[in-house]
Structure formats: C-alpha cells, structure tokens
C-alpha cells in the first residue's frame, strides 16, 4: 500500500528538483564561459594569423575581437539573467 504524500512532502521535493536544475543549469553556464574564454584565445590567434599574413589590417583586427568580446558579454549577460529568473 503506498502512502499518500502530504503538500510539505511535495514542496519539498519541488524545491529539491528545483534547485538540482539551477545547479545544473549553473554547471552549463560556467562551462561555456569556460568554452568562451578558449575560443577568444583561438580568435585572438586567428586574427593575428590573419594580419601577419596581411589578409587583415591590425586595427580591423583588434575591432572584430573587440566587436566579439562585447556579442559576447551580451549573451552572458542575458543568459546569467535568464538563470536568475
């Protein structure tokens, strides 16, 4: 015979799947920043390939990794506050 769940018994469990869901989505956003971190390393390498073979000027350059650090802080910015909410 099973036995019934009161509302504290499910509440309490909502809020532990709750917050096993933050964690998991905590875990996902520190590792893309993680993935972020490396693939502005390989970007600053690219461009600078780029410009030591003279297909890209040094100002344009720094610009586009500047322009894809600022897209990217953005879209940490939104997702940080998605995880907030």
Do not use: C, P, W, Y
């Not at 993680?34 to 690219?46: H, M, P, R, T």
Request: aromatic share 2%; net charge positive; charged share 40%.
């Amino acid at each position: 015979m099973k036995k019934k769940r009161g509302k504290s018994s499910t509440k309490k469990s909502t809020r532990a799947s709750t917050n096993k869901v933050k964690k998991l989505i905590n875990t996902g956003f520190l590792l893309s920043v993680g993935v972020a971190s490396i693939a502005k390393e390989n970007v600053d390498k690219l461009v600078m390939d780029l410009v030591k073979k003279g297909k890209l000027n040094e100002k344009d350059g720094r610009k586009l990794v500047q322009d894809l650090i600022k897209r990217s802080k953005k879209e940490r910015d939104r997702i940080q506050a998605i995880i907030k909410h």
